[in-house]
């Protein structure tokens, strides 16, 4: 027996999303079928809207993901710009350092 491969998060809801929309085409065509034939484009039509209403849906999933990156990238610029200003206003300027700090003599180690 083979070990079964790892799949990753993005996969898995890929497939566990594939199953959810087959289970839906399969019991939308069963009923069709247990419909009178009157009714049974009404269930059609009701199958394509539907059909169209998750392609709608997975195009706004898609571009909400997209802008959630490009936002999470953008902030993460802003972080590290952020901390390059902090550590920059934190860290001892040249002239201090220099100047008067050049009279003192450095601390001793203690043992």
Not at 43 to 72: I, P, S
């Amino acid at each position: 027996m083979s070990a079964r491969k790892k799949v990753g998060a993005r996969k898995r809801i890929e497939n566990a999303r594939k199953r959810a929309r087959d289970a839906v085409e399969v019991g939308m065509r069963d009923l069709e079928r247990r419909l009178p034939s009157n009714l049974r484009s009404a269930v059609r039509d009701l199958r394509e809207n539907m059909r169209a209403f998750q392609r709608q849906l997975e195009r706004a999933r898609q571009d909400r993901e997209a802008r959630w990156r490009r936002m999470q990238t953008q902030m993460r610029r802003d972080m590290v710009r952020l901390l390059q200003r902090i550590e920059k206003a934190v860290a001892p300027s040249a002239q201090r350092a220099s100047g008067a700090g050049a009279s003192v003599r450095p601390r001793r180690k203690k043992r």
